[in-house]
């Protein structure tokens, strides 16, 4: 069974950057679409980006795009979402999943938090 690790969360100031990373683990990285969605508290589950199983793809949502970039390592087996640019409100909790689409995730990890304050 698939098994996915998120790291990298920390508190950054408004501007600054972030690397997160999610080591997969039971399936190679490139077995699913593996992406990113966030959670804030009082706000709804967001979808922030995903990379293809199959030729390495990526989108983004529409509140990222320019900023996150997504990429996988396979001799590593891990998925990395660089963020830059970040702003008070890409603060919430990052997890990363099997991405069916940025609207639907499954085999979620416990995910890593982000704070982006000064």
């Known amino acids: 069974q698939v098994q996915l690790v998120e790291s990298g969360g920390g508190l950054v100031q408004p501007g600054g950057s972030l690397r997160l990373s999610c080591a997969v683990s039971?399936?190679?990285?490139?077995?699913?679409?593996i992406g990113w969605f966030r959670q804030a508290p009082g706000k709804q589950r967001e979808g922030v980006a995903c990379?293809?199983?199959?030729?390495?793809?990526?989108y983004y949502g529409a509140s990222v795009k320019g900023r996150f970039t997504i990429s996988r390592d396979n001799a590593k087996n891990t998925v990395y979402l660089q963020m830059n640019s970040l702003k008070p409100e890409d603060t919430a909790v990052y997890h990363c999943?099997?991405?069916?689409?940025?609207?639907?995730?499954?085999?979620w990890g416990q995910g890593t938090q982000v704070t982006v304050s000064s």
């Open positions: 999943g099997v991405c069916y689409g940025l609207g639907d995730f499954g085999f």
């Open positions: 039971g399936v190679t990285v490139d077995y699913y679409d």
């Open positions: 990379i293809s199983r199959s030729d390495g793809s990526t």
